[in-house]
């Protein structure tokens, strides 16, 4: 079972704040539905949402769902419900052909999901490039997740996700990163912003093994 605490805002944990009252007991909401009894795996929070892959390679997500950023073809929220005293989740995002996840991101109001072929799809904002499809403008959001462009043949061994950009090392061991960038968190020579996955310069021998954004 998984329980969550914190300030609710948007739906992305209860209907009120829940953890320490003062007792310094945490207390957390009641359940949340996934549906058939099915277990998480894995959760990822971001600002006002949070997305959970189930044991089957599922993923389903709940809070604010602006700018598309819960995966399911809407921009509806999902919440607490004060009657049942259960978290209602989204459906199960659609990948296409079948496809189930293996690993979810979730950045400030975006999500990316390795699916089992080991391509990436994001869904949500991309208004600054965080999808990784190419598309820099109010227009890039998507409801539903879109291919990311990371090179031809290249598929994703490890990613995460930051406020406003994402970064993945691919198979070759590059380390590619996209979207915001003015502050260099793209890791670039530059402080231009990337709507496509672009090598970064921090790139060494040995490869990296893993990535943490913030």
Same mark, same amino acid.
């Given at each position: 079972?998984?329980?969550?605490?914190?300030?609710?805002?948007?739906?992305?944990?209860?209907?009120?704040?829940?953890?320490?009252?003062?007792?310094?007991?945490?207390?957390?909401?009641?359940?949340?539905?996934?549906?058939?009894?099915?277990?998480?795996?894995?959760?990822?929070?971001?600002?006002?949402?949070?997305?959970?892959?189930?044991?089957?390679?599922?993923?389903?997500?709940?809070?604010?769902?602006?700018?598309?950023?819960?995966?399911?073809?809407?921009?509806?929220?999902?919440?607490?419900?004060?009657?049942?005293?259960?978290?209602?989740?989204?459906?199960?995002?659609?990948?296409?052909?079948?496809?189930?996840?293996?690993?979810?991101?979730?950045?400030?109001?975006?999500?990316?999901?390795?699916?089992?072929?080991?391509?990436?799809?994001?869904?949500?904002?991309?208004?600054?490039?965080?999808?990784?499809?190419?598309?820099?403008?109010?227009?890039?959001?998507?409801?539903?997740?879109?291919?990311?462009?990371?090179?031809?043949?290249?598929?994703?061994?490890?990613?995460?996700? +930051?406020?406003?950009?994402?970064?993945?090392?691919?198979?070759?061991?590059?380390?590619?990163?996209?979207?915001?960038?003015?502050?260099?968190?793209? +890791?670039?020579?530059?402080?231009?912003?990337?709507?496509?996955?672009t090598t970064n310069a921090c790139t060494t021998t040995p490869p990296a093994a893993s990535i943490k954004l913030r």
């Amino acid at each position: 079972m998984l329980g969550i605490w914190g300030q609710w805002s948007f739906g992305n944990n209860a209907i009120t704040n829940i953890g320490d009252d003062g007792d310094h007991a945490v207390e957390t909401s009641g359940p949340i539905d996934f549906s058939n009894n099915t277990a998480a795996a894995a959760i990822a929070a971001g600002l006002s949402h949070t997305c959970a892959l189930l044991s089957g390679g599922n993923v389903r997500c709940w809070g604010l769902g602006s700018n598309g950023r819960l995966g399911n073809n809407t921009t509806t929220g999902y919440g607490y419900n004060t009657t049942t005293n259960v978290v209602a989740a989204s459906g199960p995002i659609a990948f296409g052909n079948n496809a189930t996840a293996t690993a979810i991101v979730v950045g400030g109001d975006h999500s990316c999901a390795v699916i089992a072929n080991e391509t990436m799809k994001c869904w949500g904002s991309g208004v600054q490039g965080q999808l990784g499809n190419g598309i820099l403008d109010y227009g890039s959001n998507t409801t539903y997740p879109v291919a990311n462009s990371i090179i031809s043949g290249l598929t994703v061994a490890v990613m995460d996700a +930051g406020k406003f950009h994402t970064c993945a090392i691919v198979q070759d061991k590059t380390v590619k990163c996209w979207g915001s960038n003015d502050k260099g968190q793209l +890791g670039l020579a530059s402080s231009e912003t990337y709507g496509t996955p672009t090598t970064n310069a921090c790139t060494t021998t040995p490869p990296a093994a893993s990535i943490k954004l913030r």
